[in-house]
């Protein structure tokens, strides 16, 4: 069974960094497009980041790029977010998704919407 578990989560205060992890399981990792996505209170869903694992190609939101980086380790078919300079307003669930097709553009432009697979979620709070 397929299955995506985050974790990194946790408080931190405005500046610091954090890096999650989105381990896969259940399912050939090189195959998927696969994303970041969060959602804060209220809000709802946004995309982060998505890679298309075929290429490599990763893509990034523009209001985001610079503070987050996606990245991956293959082998332990783990996904990684790094973000620095921590904001309050990043404060929110951090879920990855993944999906066999290869509709990169499409899972970047919804916040992933229709991916098969979807990950609990791991929160993060920056406290100002």
């Known amino acids: 069974e397929a299955e995506l578990v985050e974790s990194g989560g946790g408080l931190v205060q405005a500046g610091g960094s954090l890096r999650l992890s989105c381990e896969a399981s259940?399912?050939?990792?090189?195959?998927?497009?696969i994303g970041w996505f969060r959602q804060a209170p209220g809000k709802v869903r946004e995309t982060i980041s998505v890679?298309?694992?075929?290429?490599?190609?990763?893509y990034y939101s523009d209001s985001l790029k610079g503070r987050f980086t996606m990245s991956t380790d293959n082998a332990k078919s783990t996904l990684y977010l790094q973000i620095n300079s921590l904001k309050s307003e990043d404060t929110a669930v951090y879920y990855c998704?993944?999906?066999?097709?290869?509709?990169?553009?499409?899972?970047?432009?919804?916040?992933?919407?229709?991916?098969?697979?979807w990950g609990k979620g791991t929160l993060v709070i920056v406290s100002s």
């Open positions: 998704g993944a999906d066999d097709e290869a509709d990169t553009t499409f899972y970047f432009s919804t916040g992933g919407y229709g991916m098969d697979y």
């Open positions: 259940g399912f050939f990792f090189g195959d998927y497009t």
């Open positions: 890679i298309s694992m075929s290429d490599g190609t990763i």
